[in-house]
């Protein structure tokens, strides 16, 4: 006899639409401040066409259609004129004014943020997130955890995301103070890599790291502490 097919239980289903909306979410966050920041380019490039268009007639009377000048002119307007803004928040003052504006009013525009985030790290301006591979001890125990640094609050405090294995989307914050970090000169990917493998890797991720240096000095205190904590635990009444 053949035997039956296996049927998916409730909870594999529930998985497996977890990862289809997830993915969708994941995709439509992603396309949505590109979308946007596409369609007001083609707003702006479309006014600008829009004004010089009466030129064509002068260029080739009688045509119908745009003059093939009009385009080119209109994507050297389009340039300059975005060149025109870049270049005056180069400067310290035109910085100063465009940071008070944009918190003044550009922060309140839904999507704002995101956008900004976005297209930051798409050009590269801005340090993308777990940029810098760290190991963290954060509950001083000697035991060390590979984290990304997300945020430096002062000089000592650090916020750390801490992510699970094999999945990095999920993880623990910590906010701790600089002892407890080691940073690595390892890369982002190879850090995730490492993750995502189970931990395969961290041989090579650490190869040039000098071991003795990786454990924080507020572990060892923490270890020297327990191990004196053990011993008086031992002795005899």
């Given at each position: 006899?053949n035997?039956e097919p296996?049927?998916?239980s409730?909870?594999e289903?529930?998985?497996?639409?977890?990862?289809i909306?997830d993915?969708?979410?994941?995709?439509?966050?992603i396309l949505?401040?590109l979308?946007i920041?596409?369609?007001?380019l083609?707003?702006v490039?479309?006014f600008?066409f829009?004004?010089?268009?009466?030129l064509?007639?002068?260029l080739?009377?009688?045509?119908e259609?745009?003059?093939w000048?009009?385009?080119?002119l209109?994507?050297?307007?389009?340039?300059?004129?975005?060149f025109l803004?870049g270049?005056?928040v180069?400067?310290k003052?035109?910085?100063?004014?465009?940071?008070?504006?944009e918190k003044?009013?550009?922060?309140?525009?839904?999507?704002y943020?995101l956008i900004?985030?976005?297209?930051?790290q798409f050009?590269?301006?801005?340090?993308l997130p777990f940029?810098?591979?760290?190991?963290?001890?954060?509950?001083?125990?000697?035991?060390?955890m590979?984290?990304?640094?997300?945020?430096q609050?002062?000089e000592?405090?650090?916020?750390?995301?801490v992510?699970?294995?094999p999945?990095p989307?999920?993880?623990n914050i910590?906010?701790?103070?600089?002892e407890?970090?080691?940073?690595?000169?390892?890369s982002?990917?190879d850090a995730?890599r490492?993750?995502?493998?189970?931990g395969?890797?961290?041989?090579?991720m650490?190869k040039?790291m000098?071991?003795?240096?990786?454990?924080p000095?507020?572990?060892?205190k923490?270890i020297?502490?327990s191990?004196?904590?053990?011993?008086?635990?031992t002795?005899?009444?």
């Amino acid at each position: 006899m053949n035997p039956e097919p296996a049927v998916p239980s409730v909870q594999e289903k529930k998985s497996r639409r977890g990862i289809i909306l997830d993915s969708l979410l994941q995709g439509f966050l992603i396309l949505l401040p590109l979308t946007i920041v596409l369609i007001l380019l083609s707003i702006v490039f479309n006014f600008i066409f829009g004004f010089v268009a009466p030129l064509s007639s002068a260029l080739d009377p009688g045509s119908e259609n745009p003059h093939w000048l009009i385009n080119i002119l209109s994507l050297a307007i389009f340039c300059v004129f975005i060149f025109l803004i870049g270049l005056l928040v180069r400067n310290k003052v035109g910085k100063f004014y465009f940071k008070n504006f944009e918190k003044k009013y550009l922060t309140k525009i839904p999507l704002y943020n995101l956008i900004h985030q976005t297209v930051y790290q798409f050009v590269g301006l801005k340090k993308l997130p777990f940029s810098e591979v760290v190991l963290l001890d954060p509950f001083r125990s000697g035991t060390m955890m590979t984290g990304f640094i997300t945020d430096q609050i002062g000089e000592e405090l650090y916020t750390v995301f801490v992510p699970t294995a094999p999945n990095p989307t999920n993880g623990n914050i910590y906010h701790v103070p600089k002892e407890l970090i080691t940073f690595l000169t390892a890369s982002t990917q190879d850090a995730m890599r490492t993750v995502m493998g189970m931990g395969t890797g961290t041989a090579d991720m650490l190869k040039n790291m000098d071991l003795s240096q990786i454990l924080p000095q507020g572990s060892q205190k923490e270890i020297i502490k327990s191990n004196i904590d053990n011993t008086i635990d031992t002795l005899p009444n």
